[in-house]
């Protein structure tokens, strides 16, 4: 099904000594040691009465170019992703800043409402700030996992209109299609690997939400959740507006707006991938000429490992930068 891709090609390959999709996608995570990056933390209150953090990569020039980073689910300013990619934007005299999704920066938000995989919303509420804020600065995004999804959404919801925010983006690691997602999750050992360890941080967060905020949501079935399609039918779903856990995926995934995406994007994602079935990846009429699709055979969840061991994670934000360089 990949054949009309094959022009577009990529220059990642993984090394030979980390084979296959979930090694590429763990041990990746081990590299974030090799980087230290200084943020400084700025906290924005929001329009409806709750806070963002923001942790930012100051330039020395205040014309410097400002790169914006979401993160994935559960993630911050200090995942291995983050990390690779503001030192690499330091590097180039960049300024850089992660926003945290709310509740993500190590203290809980104070409304009953946190983040989720749709929330485009508040993705145009930071840019458009940002872009408030540096007016004279060329704005470019990048969105990780579910912040991806996020952005994407984001950017084909804007169309043409984003063109006065951003100038670039780039997506990487996307669950295009979050039913898909969820079900490659939910199932196996990747439920073992994966899932597990995201409900072992969202389970806490969603009964402290039902304690302070006296939720009418079972507090017993959320402790007995073991997968994806559980947590979001029970809490994801209906504190954010959504039926179960199926419509807010359907409305919510990002595929369904390629096609309107009209700022150059890059769209890369590792085709063994285990948060996403390759065989969902957008075929060359689902997505826009405005977008470039990157489908390298490997390289895990947000992992692109390279280099003899023990490696590293410098691939990804080289060809991130190198996206945004292009003419």
């Given at each position: 099904m990949f054949a009309e891709w094959d022009n577009r090609s990529t220059d990642y390959r993984a090394p030979w000594w980390l084979p296959g999709g979930h090694l590429q996608t763990i041990y990746a995570r081990m590299l974030a040691r090799r980087y230290t990056v200084r943020y400084r933390r700025e906290r924005w209150e929001t329009p409806d009465g709750d806070f963002i953090d923001l942790d930012w990569l100051d330039a020395p020039s205040k014309e410097a170019r400002l790169m914006v980073l979401f993160h994935g689910l559960e993630g911050y300013s200090g995942s291995h992703y983050a990390l690779s990619l503001m030192s690499g934007v330091g590097e180039r005299g960049w300024r850089g800043v992660v926003p945290h999704f709310r509740g993500c920066s190590g203290e809980?938000?104070?409304?009953?409402?946190?983040y989720h995989s749709g929330d485009s919303r508040e993705i145009d509420w930071v840019l458009r700030r940002l872009k408030e804020e540096f007016p004279s600065s060329e704005i470019y995004v990048v969105g990780i996992s579910l912040g991806g999804n996020m952005l994407l959404k984001w950017l084909g919801e804007e169309g043409d209109a984003a063109r006065?925010?951003?100038?670039r983006a780039a997506a990487v690691s996307t669950p295009l299609d979050l039913a898909a997602a969820a079900g490659e999750l939910d199932?196996?050992?990747?439920?073992?690997?994966?899932?597990?360890?995201?409900?072992?941080?969202?389970?806490?967060?969603?009964?402290a939400k039902?304690?302070?905020h006296d939720l009418t949501i079972d507090a017993a079935a959320i402790r007995a959740s073991a997968t994806f399609r559980q947590f979001d039918d029970l809490f994801t779903a209906p504190i954010h507006g959504f039926k179960d856990a199926l419509e807010y995926w359907t409305r919510c995934s990002s595929k369904q707006w390629l096609t309107r995406i009209r700022i150059p994007t890059l769209v890369?994602?590792?085709?063994n991938d285990p948060?996403?079935?390759?065989?969902?990846?957008?075929?060359?009429?689902e997505v826009s000429d405005a977008v470039t699709v990157e489908f390298p055979r490997a390289g895990g969840h947000v992992g692109f490992v390279t280099g003899r061991f023990p490696g590293g994670i410098d691939w990804l934000p080289r060809r991130i930068m190198s996206f945004f360089y292009s003419d």
């Amino acid at each position: 099904m990949f054949a009309e891709w094959d022009n577009r090609s990529t220059d990642y390959r993984a090394p030979w000594w980390l084979p296959g999709g979930h090694l590429q996608t763990i041990y990746a995570r081990m590299l974030a040691r090799r980087y230290t990056v200084r943020y400084r933390r700025e906290r924005w209150e929001t329009p409806d009465g709750d806070f963002i953090d923001l942790d930012w990569l100051d330039a020395p020039s205040k014309e410097a170019r400002l790169m914006v980073l979401f993160h994935g689910l559960e993630g911050y300013s200090g995942s291995h992703y983050a990390l690779s990619l503001m030192s690499g934007v330091g590097e180039r005299g960049w300024r850089g800043v992660v926003p945290h999704f709310r509740g993500c920066s190590g203290e809980a938000n104070r409304l009953a409402r946190s983040y989720h995989s749709g929330d485009s919303r508040e993705i145009d509420w930071v840019l458009r700030r940002l872009k408030e804020e540096f007016p004279s600065s060329e704005i470019y995004v990048v969105g990780i996992s579910l912040g991806g999804n996020m952005l994407l959404k984001w950017l084909g919801e804007e169309g043409d209109a984003a063109r006065s925010v951003v100038e670039r983006a780039a997506a990487v690691s996307t669950p295009l299609d979050l039913a898909a997602a969820a079900g490659e999750l939910d199932a196996g050992i990747k439920k073992l690997l994966y899932t597990r360890h995201f409900l072992r941080s969202l389970q806490p967060r969603a009964l402290a939400k039902i304690i302070d905020h006296d939720l009418t949501i079972d507090a017993a079935a959320i402790r007995a959740s073991a997968t994806f399609r559980q947590f979001d039918d029970l809490f994801t779903a209906p504190i954010h507006g959504f039926k179960d856990a199926l419509e807010y995926w359907t409305r919510c995934s990002s595929k369904q707006w390629l096609t309107r995406i009209r700022i150059p994007t890059l769209v890369l994602n590792a085709r063994n991938d285990p948060f996403l079935p390759e065989s969902v990846l957008p075929l060359p009429g689902e997505v826009s000429d405005a977008v470039t699709v990157e489908f390298p055979r490997a390289g895990g969840h947000v992992g692109f490992v390279t280099g003899r061991f023990p490696g590293g994670i410098d691939w990804l934000p080289r060809r991130i930068m190198s996206f945004f360089y292009s003419d």
